[in-house]
């Protein structure tokens, strides 16, 4: 599909459900019938001093979000230990905040070295801002296997979401990712306000990017941030934003996240078409599905996962 095609899909202008079969006939070519799996930790939550509109753990925003440092090695260990035992593929170490101070990456760093001979099949990533070469180089040599940094959305849309972080720096960050050969996950959040001519300029850059895996979070808004009274997405356009997606970037792992169950309900396992991969359990700040429910509805569209009973 041209890029008018593309657009006129994201505007409902086509019916979705021929172009829906096509995505999951191109995503099952790359990716199979097996279903990824990823759950986080949010490793150390809350007084972020970015502004992201859609963010609970802005120090700007007033919201119950839970605030406290990082937490202990043996409290980040337990939860990879849960997630291996659960049959998840990826486990990811989240933080809030633009950097990690140094004393933090020292212990996800011993953390992550831990990980790796206790749970040698769980693949480790992790999420902790803006990095330079060398942190990074460090988190690969403890046993990191992948890096997640998202740009949120589009550059040209970026600066109405946040004006802390400059959009070039998350751009430089994902490159410093690609230079230390880390593999990259990145992605954004869909449904701030954004037109499908910003969705489709996010995607060309992820795909400029040659991004390994991109989230998918869907908006749902927060009380107490600046978007929480915004009601952009329907189920349809959820979708035709992940067939889209799967479209413009048919090698990438596409991996549907936080916002699912909010914003397709009903239509949720349809997700699987155009994308291989999914978050299980809970989110940053907002609760997941129970793993048996996302184990069921994979296992009902005939498609495998490790994920155990």
């Not at 021929?18 to 995505?23: K, N």
């Not at 007084?47 to 700007?60: H, I, T, V």
């Not at 992550?112 to 460090?138: D, N, T, W």
């Amino acid at each position: 599909m041209n890029f008018e095609e593309l657009r006129a899909l994201l505007q409902g202008k086509f019916e979705l459900w021929p172009y829906l079969e096509e995505a999951r006939r191109l995503k099952e070519r790359r990716f199979g019938r097996r279903v990824e799996t990823c759950a986080i930790v949010n490793a150390k939550s809350g007084r972020c001093p970015s502004d992201c509109k859609f963010c609970a753990q802005s120090a700007r925003w007033h919201t119950e979000a839970p605030v406290y440092p990082l937490l202990s090695e043996n409290e980040l260990l337990s939860a990879a230990e849960r997630a291996a035992q659960a049959g998840i593929d990826r486990f990811s170490f989240v933080t809030s905040g633009v950097t990690l101070e140094p004393q933090d990456l020292e212990r996800l760093l011993r953390v992550i070295e831990r990980c790796r001979k206790e749970f040698p099949e769980l693949k480790l990533c992790a999420s902790l801002g803006q990095m330079g070469v060398e942190e990074l180089r460090a988190l690969k040599e403890a046993g990191l296997s992948r890096y997640h940094h998202n740009l949120e959305t589009a550059g040209s849309f970026y600066p109405h979401i946040c004006t802390v972080q400059d959009w070039r720096a998350r751009l430089k960050t994902a490159e410093r990712v690609k230079e230390v050969g880390l593999s990259l996950c990145c992605g954004g959040i869909f449904g701030l306000g954004e037109s499908p001519e910003h969705v489709l300029e996010f995607a060309e850059t992820l795909r400029q990017l040659e991004v390994d895996s991109v989230p998918v979070n869907f908006l749902h808004p927060i009380p107490g941030t600046p978007l929480e009274e915004a009601s952009y997405l329907t189920p349809l356009r959820c979708l035709a934003i992940l067939v889209v997606l799967r479209f413009m970037l048919p090698e990438a792992e596409i991996r549907v996240c936080g916002g699912r169950e909010y914003n397709l309900r009903d239509l949720q396992a349809l997700i699987l078409f155009p994308a291989n991969a999914l978050m299980v359990g809970n989110y940053l700040t907002t609760m997941g599905r129970n793993l048996s429910d996302d184990r069921q509805m994979i296992l009902d569209l005939g498609y495998t996962s490790g994920l155990r009973a």
